[in-house]
């Protein structure tokens, strides 16, 4: 039977659909038009000066000017960087505060008994901003001139060869441990309390061999006073083309690859469109001559990333750094 009345629930249920859909659209592309909305802060883990300080501040000029918004830095250098990422976990997740995360971070999940965070749950990687090379070094004087002649020894005279890195529990020093079970070999590894006692003891044959980040240790190599034996990386580095990987010795280093890197995280249950929003915008500026210039004269290879491959990176090292760990006996903080 026909019935007015029935017309009207009907165009009334009609009505509240279409608003609610409006709404929802609303909502939708305000997220991806006003982001942001304020100040973008990002949370560095590390001393202002160095070159993940720097790589961050460098990213912060361009994105403030490609997003219309200032983005401020603030330095939070506390032990495994736990202070800033505590801090970013528990904050706003609307794309308005960010970690700068890194190798270091994977380290930290690694090398902690606990931590105020759940550092794969809590975080969404944004993208992969830059790579740091690891280098064996050597002095110039030293009679070692590969690293096989670095095996060979270690191989003929058990514990006796010397390796100096950073701090137990760094990338470096983690690298070092993994060189030695690769390589097969029993060596000592001698941590000192930051870069430059490892290269004065270097120098002073207190050591035979060092396991740092490059860019460090590229004026000691320019000036002739260290020699790089070996690159740790996928690739060589184009400022110093004879220097072969340790990939290039085949057997069971063919497979391996350990660089220091950083990228860029917010706190997990920011938007899907905010965090695609700042990976479009930080791929432009990391593709850009000027940014790739100004990095490369920190010995910094500028890389960026999906935030998928951002985060299998940051899982894939965490897994890594925690067999290391766990195989080495190195006790957990």
């Not at 501040?57 to 200032?70: E, F, M, N, P």
């Not at 095996?151 to 030695?180: C, D, M, R, V």
């Not at 490059?214 to 996928?234: A, C, H, T």
Request: aromatic letters at 6%; charged letters at 15%.
């Amino acid at each position: 039977m026909f019935s007015f009345q029935n017309i009207s629930y009907k165009l009334a249920f009609l009505c509240l659909n279409l608003i609610l859909s409006f709404f929802c659209l609303g909502n939708l592309l305000n997220a991806q038009t006003i982001f942001p909305i304020k100040p973008i802060k990002i949370l560095v883990p590390n001393a202002a000066g160095g070159a993940a300080d720097i790589t961050a501040r460098t990213l912060a000029q361009k994105l403030s000017d490609s997003i219309g918004q200032q983005v401020i830095i603030e330095n939070k250098p506390t032990a495994g960087g736990i202070a800033a990422a505590e801090q970013v976990s528990k904050s706003e997740p609307d794309g308005h505060t960010l970690l700068l995360i890194s190798s270091g971070t994977a380290v930290s999940a690694a090398l902690f008994k606990s931590l105020p965070f759940d550092t794969l749950k809590d975080f969404t990687p944004i993208t992969k901003l830059a790579i740091f090379d690891l280098v064996i070094a050597a002095s110039e004087s030293s009679r070692f001139k590969s690293v096989s002649d670095l095996i060979t020894f270690a191989k003929s005279n058990p514990g006796k060869l010397n390796i100096g890195t950073p701090q137990i529990g760094t990338t470096q020093n983690l690298a070092a441990e993994l060189f030695i079970s690769t390589a097969g070999i029993s060596a000592q590894i001698i941590p000192f309390n930051g870069t430059p006692p490892v290269i004065n003891a270097l120098r002073g044959n207190e050591i035979d061999v060092m396991i740092d980040i490059l860019g460090p240790l590229m004026p000691q190599i320019k000036g002739n006073f260290l020699r790089p034996l070996s690159l740790m990386g996928e690739k060589r580095f184009n400022l110093l083309p004879d220097t072969p990987t340790l990939r290039e010795l085949g057997g069971n280093f063919s497979q391996l690859s350990v660089a220091s890197w950083n990228g860029l995280a917010a706190p997990s249950k920011t938007p899907k469109e905010v965090i695609s929003k700042l990976n479009i915008e930080i791929q432009s500026i990391l593709s850009s001559k000027d940014f790739i210039s100004k990095l490369s004269d920190l010995n910094v290879t500028v890389q960026g990333s999906t935030s998928e491959q951002a985060f299998d990176l940051l899982n894939n090292d965490i897994k890594r750094w925690r067999n290391v760990i766990e195989r080495s006996k190195i006790e957990k903080q």
